[in-house]
T-cell receptor, first 113, second 112 residues
Framework: DAGVIQSPRHEVTEMGQEVTLRCKPI?????LFWYRQTMMRGLELLIY????????DSGMPEDRFSAKMPNASFSTLKIQPSEPRDSAVYFC???????????FGSGTRLTVV | QKEVEQDPGPLSVPEGAIVSLNCTYS??????FMWYRQYSRKGPELLMY????GNKEDGRFTAQVDKSSKYISLFIRDSQPSDSATYLC????????????FGTGTSLTVIP
């Protein structure tokens, strides 16, 4: 089991550019979550999917953020246009419906300059 | 008021010490309580999971839940340098489905 795989590990981009973060959940996990972590606010849930369907996107900060899950093994989080305040570590996590807690990926550290 | 409050530390202890990490929460409906450990530049990993009140022990780690005080604790006995990490509490209730509310984390350093 390779765990939850995220790419890229680091991303540095200029303000106004489009950023796409990628996630491969653990095979067989039917829930997928996107979190953002900052020093000030800690871990914040952005959106989560169940069986590839978005269930709750109330944590998505604004229309510049969008997420998709075209199949059970892949999800993307897109920011367009990016702003310096989007700088954070973005985590993807997955779990099974009957499981305890999440398994997190190693995160993508995003810096918008 | 945030759903979950956690002292950010940092906390620095000598090797072998007993460490106490704590969180308070405001939502009395929370029933599921977790502790995650996060090493630098890594994702959080689940350390302990408890349901409702009481204690749970796993090796050197003990998780306690006091629902009457809305207070949870994680104790680490015989702390080791490898325990140096950030510890995050998280909690949920059945009504929030899969939403877990996280504390901001406590940074722990165990000095050899």
């Amino acid at each position: 089991d390779a765990g939850v795989i995220q790419s890229p590990r680091h991303e540095v981009t200029e303000m106004g550019q489009e950023v796409t973060l990628r996630c491969k959940p653990i095979s067989g996990h039917d829930y997928l979550f996107w979190y953002r972590q900052t020093m000030m606010r800690g871990l914040e849930l952005l959106i989560y999917f169940n069986n590839n369907v978005p269930i709750d996107d109330s944590g998505m900060p604004e229309d510049r953020f969008s997420a998709k899950m075209p199949n059970a093994s892949f999800s993307t989080l897109k920011i367009q246009p990016s702003e310096p305040r989007d700088s954070a570590v973005y985590f993807c996590a997955s779990r099974t419906g009957g499981g305890y807690g999440y398994t997190f990926g190693s995160g993508t550290r995003l810096t918008v300059v | 008021q945030k759903e979950v409050e956690q002292d950010p530390g940092p906390l620095s202890v000598p090797e072998g010490a007993i460490v106490s990490l704590n969180c308070t929460y405001s939502n009395s409906a929370f029933q599921y309580f977790m502790w995650y450990r996060q090493y630098s530049r890594k994702g959080p990993e689940l350390l302990m999971y408890t349901y409702s009140s009481g204690n749970k022990e796993d090796g050197r780690f003990t998780a306690q839940v006091d629902k009457s005080s809305k207070y949870i604790s994680l104790f680490i006995r015989d702390s080791q340098p490898s325990d140096s990490a950030t510890y995050l509490c998280a909690m949920s209730n059945s009504n929030t489905g899969n939403q877990f509310y996280f504390g901001t984390g406590t940074s722990l350093t165990v000095i050899p």
